[in-house]
């Protein structure tokens, strides 16, 4: 499914998007959540770099039978465009039209920029580094979150980010705020770079995301914050079984 548009793509109005529950169970561990008709569920899940958020979102989407956006693919599509093409990152303006220029496609965990499959290359160091620069751009937002609510008008969604509960989807059902200690996320992100052929020392990493919590928390403009209705869960000790597990529970107690 196409999440992520032109600007100028728009969708076709809200309540005609909006996918109806089918079927008619709610115990936890798989049936697709009952609602009811014509009723579309917004859960944000927000938190630091390394929480552990982006798989929970998923997973918890597939079991609750929602789509799954994660936004912050979509400002490392932005920096990852702007590398490629020369575009010089500390020039906001340059950087907000080349975004509103992009089409950038969202199909669950698989990310398309202009039609080319770029799930891996947006992940690297050198993105994951850069990418404060697409993030912090007012206008760059702007049209993000733009395109993040155009997408969730078509249906019931998982959304994952630092902005989701608090700017994006304010009237969002249900809100979750991830976190953990910064060993624990250091220790994850460490394991997670390795898996994919980039080992890097643990103070390295750490003293990394400092810098993006550091950067992430005081941005002027959608900063990361937890919203004062969500739902806070620290993973430290948790298995990302037993994250998702939680997850699931409050939702299907909520809804
Ligand atoms: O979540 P992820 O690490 O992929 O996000 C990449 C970067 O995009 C983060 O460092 C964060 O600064 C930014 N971001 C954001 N707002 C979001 C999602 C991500 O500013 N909603």
């Not at 809200?14 to 529950?21: I, S």
Request: glycine share 8%.
């Amino acid at each position: 499914m196409v999440l992520a548009c032109k600007q100028g793509d728009a969708r076709a109005g809200l309540a005609a998007r909006r996918r109806q529950a089918r079927v008619a169970r709610g115990r936890p561990g798989g049936d697709r959540l009952v609602l009811a008709e014509g009723r579309a569920v917004i859960v944000t899940i927000d938190g630091p770099a390394g929480a552990g958020k982006t798989s929970a979102a998923r997973e918890l989407a597939r079991r609750l039978g929602f789509e799954f956006l994660d936004t912050g693919a979509m400002y490392r599509a932005v920096t990852l465009a702007a590398l490629r093409r020369g575009v010089d990152l500390a020039d906001p303006q340059a950087v907000a039209e080349l975004a509103r220029s992009l089409h950038i496609e969202l199909h669950g965990s698989r990310i398309l920029l202009e039609g080319e499959d770029v799930s891996h290359a947006i992940r690297t160091a050198e993105i994951t580094r850069l990418t404060h620069f697409a993030a912090d751009n007012p206008a760059v937002r702007e049209h993000l979150v733009q395109l993040q609510r155009q997408a969730a008008a078509q249906g019931n969604f998982v959304t994952e980010g630092r902005d989701q509960g608090t700017v994006v989807f304010p009237e969002a059902e249900c809100k979750f705020f991830l976190t953990a200690s910064p060993q624990e996320r250091a220790r994850r992100r460490q394991l997670d770079l390795a898996a994919r052929g980039d080992w890097r020392p643990l103070d390295e990493v750490l003293a990394d995301q400092n810098l993006r919590d550091q950067r992430d928390a005081s941005r002027p403009v959608g900063p990361l914050r937890q919203a004062a209705d969500a739902v806070v869960i620290v993973t430290d000790g948790l298995t990302p079984e037993q994250v998702v597990e939680r997850l699931e529970q409050l939702v299907r107690e909520r809804l």
